[in-house]
């Protein structure tokens, strides 16, 4: 069941998003080479807990950290661990999810550590333009499957694969909640996009074959072929006005992004 959202539960949704936003922009600060995986958790989690949030992710089906975070081949659901420092040429992902008076929010980048490949720079350019993308379709009267159109075509027509075993998804008082948002799928097709609705647009995006396996650790998922993947992920709100707000993205204008 997709449930919707009413004013004030949008503006408790928002100020969790807020807070998220606040928190991602700092662990972009500390990303650098020789910074251990837990030694952001332990960042990242201070500041939630700071901002009166909880990490949400800590815990969820056993998941043992406050933070994902996945290094090149590694797609999503890195565990952070104090033996794993970042190298000067990774890309790093950092996904994280809080919550903020029993609301919650959801978001994700990729960052270069140090400098990187033309290569992998170019995943993470087109992996943000492929939310973008996905994101813009996210208006009243429009289909869920718009949005997963319009991230497949993109990062296909870039040659890259579009990770198909974990999807985007609603959220709410729960992090995952209905209806899934899938990356791949056809226009027209899925619920239909409604004010009220919040829901994760979140591309998963690999630089060679979509096909990923998970490691023995029980979480980590991995390309096939080990080449690198990116996501980027906000938490969206279909206003009364029918238009997505970022609620993980706070200041966005979407008359400017048109520019
Ligand atoms: N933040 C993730 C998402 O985008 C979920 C994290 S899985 C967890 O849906 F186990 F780390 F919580
Ligand atoms: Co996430
Ligand atoms: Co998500």
Same mark, same amino acid.
């Given at each position: ?49 700071? %901002? ?106 870039? %040659? ?9 998804? %609603? ?18 097709? %899925? ?69």
């Amino acid at each position: 069941m997709i449930s919707i959202k009413n004013p004030i539960q949008l503006a408790k949704m928002r100020s969790a998003g807020h807070l998220l936003y606040d928190v991602l922009m700092a662990a972009r600060e500390v990303i650098r080479p020789g910074i251990t995986t837990m030694d952001i958790n332990a960042f990242v989690e201070e500041h939630i807990r700071k %901002g009166g949030g909880i990490p949400t992710e800590l815990g969820y089906c056993g998941y043992p950290a406050s933070i994902c975070a996945s290094i090149d081949d590694e797609v999503v659901h890195g565990i952070p661990s104090k033996d794993v420092a970042l190298k000067e040429g990774s890309i790093i992902s950092i996904d994280v999810t809080l919550a903020l008076d029993g609301w919650q929010a959801d978001s994700c980048f990729t960052a270069p550590v140090g400098r990187i490949s033309a290569e992998k720079q170019k995943l993470i350019q087109v992996t943000e333009e492929c939310f973008w993308r996905g994101a813009r379709q996210a208006v009243n009267g429009n289909r869920i499957g718009d949005i997963s159109y319009a991230v497949q075509s993109f990062a296909e027509a870039n %040659g890259y694969g579009v990770v198909k075993d974990l999807t985007g998804h %609603g959220i709410g008082k729960d992090m995952h909640e209905d209806p899934a948002v899938p990356n791949f799928g056809a226009p027209g097709h %899925g619920p239909r996009i409604r004010p009220g609705m919040t829901f994760c647009v979140e591309p998963m995006i690999a630089m060679g074959t979509w096909k990923v396996h998970q490691l023995s650790d029980g979480w980590t998922m991995v390309t096939n072929d080990h080449a690198p993947a990116a996501h980027y992920e906000h938490t969206l709100a279909i206003t009364p006005k029918g238009l997505p707000e970022l609620l993980t993205l706070p200041g966005f204008n979407w008359k400017e992004q048109e520019e």
